[in-house]
């Protein structure tokens, strides 16, 4: 018995992955109108969203380790593609980035195709050991995506992606009109990225498209939250890639909203998500934050085109959503329909959990329940790694033969490098020595060929037109000039005088007949003979023609690769063959490759290396700072009246309330500096210690004179061999 539904067509994995849209398609399914949520609830749902709100914001420390992967590739790309610029756009830029949100940069580059520019990125980026380098080139803007191999932060880079860095001014300025715009766009990206409805390469929303969602919603409360920047009567057109935008923004985008609006926080994403549910704006209308409202799509001449997504999913294969089905216009690029990127299987997810969060939130479920991660296996949580964990325990003349091994290995393979360097350099160079001699050579070895090839068809020519004439004359048997003799002597017989006293006989007058016509045969075939013959001696003297041009050819051929040996040496003993350049080029491809898997090796030595240098470095600190702290006690125990030592503190090391400052504001703190923050009473002292101005200046002047002294592991430029790189 078949599990397919009858109504819906749908099976019963279909049914089990979309229960609540099969209900609705079966009719089974009523929504709540949202008018039994009380003013507890929507209290409770404004202190839930702000609280995973404060959980999920980026850390400072998440924000340096963003910062410096941007330098990083800013200056590693750069380097790589003069005249280029690496810029920043997206969440990260526009202040709605949550904990887990990727790195969004645009290379701006001139010069060279996008999909190009992508393969030759997608090498630099191997190169730098990134992980998951997907090309995605089928995309409305080609770009690489990929995640850094320390940080684990997922980066997208696209190309000449103007447009987007205004797309990311638009939305930086509607979050600074309003906290609740920036919490509201927060909070539905982090339920679209638990659920798993937030992420364009798997064929659903993308969070921008999310967040222009969620701004229309805003622009359609009464009063409206967010207004329209994008009105006015002065309009700022620019012509990006070669195509005219409207890019008006209003500068004061505050002075737009003519009402307050006082609605909390849980009030207005139960307004997002009754909108999209109960009114469902994409059955009849265009998301279009451009106009303020929703446009119909009869105005925008967006039809909902079909297969619609139940019904595509039915069909199954490689089957496609129809056009405009859930349409999100961009609001620059007004023919640009962001929903182009979903798939059947995604726009099916996106209703079943846009149903599942209304039916939820109505029945008294927390923000956190309905938030719940989809699939857990797909956030993989990083844990903080001490550097130098294995090498805390080890005695210090372990270390420093692990450093003179390292500084060995990193040496050996330092040479080793240059010499599959150079070994590749010759390669290439023989492979260009051949091309250029083949340039050179070209027209003689074109003449050649064609010498060459003339032969064996002349030959076999000459063959042919020998054989048959010696068969013609095999079947004559006289040649060409008896036979034309005999047939006039013949013919005169029959045709001359008739001496009456010698008057031949009718035998013989048959006989003479006879002979005629035999001769007149012969003479036919005689000439194809003759003819045969003389095609003959004409090919003859081409073939002997040839032979000779040939050998002048060839010679000509030895003193040019006599003269190009004697310009390059290491062609001596190398076959002038393309097959051989051919076989250099795919020799110093395969060197290319062990010698970038050395580099490689290279740099994880000349990392290890740093490593044991900085830990020695470490513990010369340390054990300085221990002597000096014990001298400093022998020296310090001065006695006072009651002829006790004084124990008062040492002034020469960093103070408590300097320590305690700087890791309330954020500073970096070395160990010595950590071991005083330990014994002043803590990380709990941070909070509670309240610096005072003097100590703060006191403290900040400290900072400046300690910066160099202080150690801590924070990404620099990552190191790159000179040697075989491409500038």
């Not at 638009?170 to 539905?188: M, N, P, V, W």
């Not at 797909?378 to 210090?396: A, G, V, Y």
């Not at 060995?408 to 290439?428: M, P, T, V, W």
Request: proline fraction near 4%; charge should be positive; glycine fraction near 6%.
């Amino acid at each position: 018995m078949s599990d397919e539904c009858q109504i819906t067509g749908f099976d019963s994995e279909q049914q089990h992955r979309w229960p609540l849209v099969h209900q609705y398609l079966c009719e089974q399914l009523e929504f709540p109108d949202g008018s039994g949520l009380a003013p507890e609830a929507l209290k409770q749902l404004t202190l839930d969203l702000e609280s995973v709100l404060e959980g999920q914001l980026p850390t400072k420390s998440a924000a340096k380790k963003r910062d410096g992967l941007y330098e990083h590739l800013k200056r590693t790309i750069e380097k790589r593609f003069k005249g280029s610029s690496l810029r920043r756009f997206g969440s990260s830029e526009s202040g709605l980035s949550l904990s887990h949100g990727d790195l969004d940069l645009c290379l701006l580059f001139d010069g060279q195709k996008p999909k190009k520019v992508l393969r030759s990125l997608s090498s630099t980026l191997r190169y730098q050991e990134m992980e998951d380098i997907q090309v995605i080139n089928s995309a409305k803007v080609p770009i690489i995506k990929f995640i850094d191999e320390r940080t684990k932060i997922p980066v997208d880079i696209s190309i000449n992606n103007t447009l987007a860095l205004h797309n990311t001014t638009l939305l930086k300025a509607y979050s600074e009109t309003d906290e609740r715009i920036r919490q509201c766009i927060l909070g539905i990206k982090y339920w679209a990225h638990q659920r798993d409805v937030c992420d364009a390469a798997k064929g659903t929303f993308s969070s921008y498209a999310w967040s222009l969602i969620m701004l229309q919603a805003l622009q359609t409360t009464t009063p409206c939250v967010a207004p329209n920047i994008q009105t006015g009567k002065e309009r700022t057109i620019l012509k990006v890639e070669g195509v005219e935008y409207d890019l008006t923004m209003a500068a004061e985008p505050q002075k737009l909203l003519k009402e307050q609006n006082t609605q909390s926080l849980g009030e207005l994403l139960v307004h997002f998500f009754q909108q999209l549910v109960i009114e469902r704006p994409w059955d009849e209308h265009v998301i279009s934050i451009r106009s303020g409202a929703p446009i119909t799509r009869k105005k925008k001449k967006w039809k909902y085109g079909k297969p619609n997504a139940s019904k595509a999913v039915i069909e199954g294969g490689k089957t496609r959503l129809g056009l405009h089905s859930f349409p999100v216009e961009d609001p620059f690029n007004h023919e640009h329909d962001l929903s182009r990127v979903l798939r059947p299987d995604g726009a099916m997810d996106i209703q079943e959990e846009l149903f599942r969060f209304w039916i939820g939130i109505n029945e008294g479920k927390s923000f956190s329940e309905l938030c719940e991660l989809k699939n857990p296996e797909r956030i993989q949580e990083m844990e903080e790694k001490d550097l130098f964990e294995d090498l805390r325990k080890l005695p210090k003349s372990d270390i420093d033969k692990m450093l003179k091994e390292t500084e060995s290995q990193h040496s050996d393979l330092e040479i080793r490098i240059e010499a599959l360097h150079q070994e590749r350099k010759n390669n290439i160079q023989i492979s260009q020595a051949l091309r250029g001699h083949f340039e050179e050579t070209s027209g003689l070895r074109k003449e050649h060929r064609t010498l060459v090839r003339s032969l064996r068809p002349r030959s076999e020519k000459m063959d042919q037109l020998q054989e048959q004439r010696d068969q013609y004359n095999q079947q004559i048997g006289i040649p060409l000039y008896r036979i034309r003799e005999l047939l006039v002597e013949v013919y005169d017989n029959l045709t001359g005088d008739i001496d009456f006293f010698h008057v031949p006989s009718l035998q013989r007058e048959e006989e003479q007949f006879s002979w005629f016509f035999e001769l007149h045969a012969m003479h036919a075939v005689a000439l194809k003979a003759d003819a045969a013959h003389k095609e003959f001696i004409e090919l003859v003297r081409e073939q002997k023609k040839a032979v000779k041009d040939l050998k002048i050819t060839e010679k000509k051929q030895t003193e040019v690769h006599a003269e190009l040996v004697k310009s390059e040496p290491i062609l001596a003993n190398i076959t002038t063959e393309f097959s051989q350049a051919r076989q250099f080029d795919q020799n110093a491809h395969s060197l290319n490759k062990v010698i970038q898997q050395r580099r490689k090796e290279l740099r994880h030595l000349r990392r290890e290396k740093g490593r044991l240098e900085a830990w020695i470095r470490v513990s010369i600190r340390k054990d300085s700072a221990r002597n000096s702290h014990s001298k400093g006690d022998r020296k310090g125990r001065k006695k006072g009246k009651s002829g006790q030592a004084n124990w008062a503190p040492r002034r020469d090391g960093p103070k408590p309330e300097e320590v305690q400052h700087r890791a309330a504001t954020g500073g970096t703190l070395s160990l010595s500096d950590l071991d005083v923050l330990l014994n002043s009473g803590g990380i709990a002292s941070v909070s509670k210690s309240r610096p005072t101005p003097k100590s703060s200046r006191r403290a900040e002047r400290k900072k400046k004179q300690n910066t160099a002294r202080q150690f801590s592991a924070q990404r620099g430029e990552r190191a790159q061999s000179k040697k075989g790189r491409k500038d």
